[in-house]
């Protein structure tokens, strides 16, 4: 393992993290205020689970680096993307309080993620199909 790009792999998302953090810092208070459902994540778990996520996130982004895979490339643009838009989401969901904009992104994520898993579940069966 080369130590100093496995650190940079993972300062780079946690100073993302950190930056977000200090900018939404006092806005917590925003969601302890809003009419959640009863199984909604308390507040102060935001800061963990988010710490873990840009730690894993670190940790792949790793991974991806050190891959002879010709197309490392296009999944590094593809994680840079997707850490502009966990940096940029908690600033439009806790300071700018534009929550319709914060569902819209959380949607477009979400069926992002759906085509993605229909789309190498055709192709896992089309694998499987074309050996049989």
């Known amino acids: ?16 993290g950190a930056i977000s953090a200090f900018i939404t810092n006092n806005q917590m208070e925003t969601y302890s205020n809003l009419n959640t459902p009863l199984l909604a994540p308390p507040g102060w ?14 940790i792949s982004s790793y991974f991806i680096y050190i891959s002879h895979d010709p197309k490392r490339e296009n999944a590094l643009i593809v994680y840079s993307f997707q850490l502009f838009i966990n940096f940029c989401w908690p600033l439009f969901f806790f300071n700018l309080h534009n929550y319709f904009l914060s569902l819209m992104i959380l949607i477009a994520l979400l069926s992002l993620m759906i085509l993605i898993a229909l789309i190498l579940t055709v192709i896992y069966m089309l694998i499987i199909f074309k050996k049989n």
């Open 45 to 58: 778990l935001f800061p963990i689970v988010w710490t873990l996520l840009y730690i894993l996130m670190g």
């Open 1 to 16: 393992m080369k130590k100093r790009t496995f650190i940079i792999s993972l300062i780079i998302p946690l100073l993302v």
